[in-house]
């Protein structure tokens, strides 16, 4: 079992950065695959990035690529998303992800707003 903990939405300007944080609770956390996702109102949630647990392979959406870079740290079992060059396109709610053994887990959810 995981539980994930987001924190550091919040409403910035175009061009800012926000830098999200997943806190996770769970024997497991060290082994798991590690993600974001972000669900815009009206839209499907959708991919943004993805880390391996041991951070060797990362995976970014296209969308995001060059300005989103995510990290984890196993020792304090977090996971981060740093967020340059926000865009209004960027504003949704962001999950945070954990896959173990094959099951889904997500957290509650952090709002991101960028403004132009």
């Known amino acids: 079992q995981v539980q994930l903990v987001e924190s550091g939405g919040g409403l910035v300007q175009a061009g800012g950065s926000l830098r999200l944080s997943c806190a996770a609770s769970g024997r497991t956390f060290s082994r798991s695959l590690m993600g974001w996702f972000r669900q815009a109102p009206g839209k499907e949630r959708e991919f943004v990035a993805r880390?391996?647990?041991?951070?060797?392979?990362?995976y970014y959406a296209d969308s995001v690529k060059g300005r989103f870079t995510i990290s984890r740290d196993n020792a304090k079992t977090m996971v981060y998303l740093q967020m340059n060059n926000l865009k209004p396109e960027d504003t949704a709610v962001y999950y945070c992800?954990?896959?173990?053994?094959?099951?889904?887990?997500w957290g509650q959810g952090t709002q991101v707003t960028v403004s132009s």
């Open positions: 992800n954990a896959v173990v053994a094959g099951d889904n887990y």
């Open positions: 880390i391996t647990w041991s951070g060797d392979s990362i």
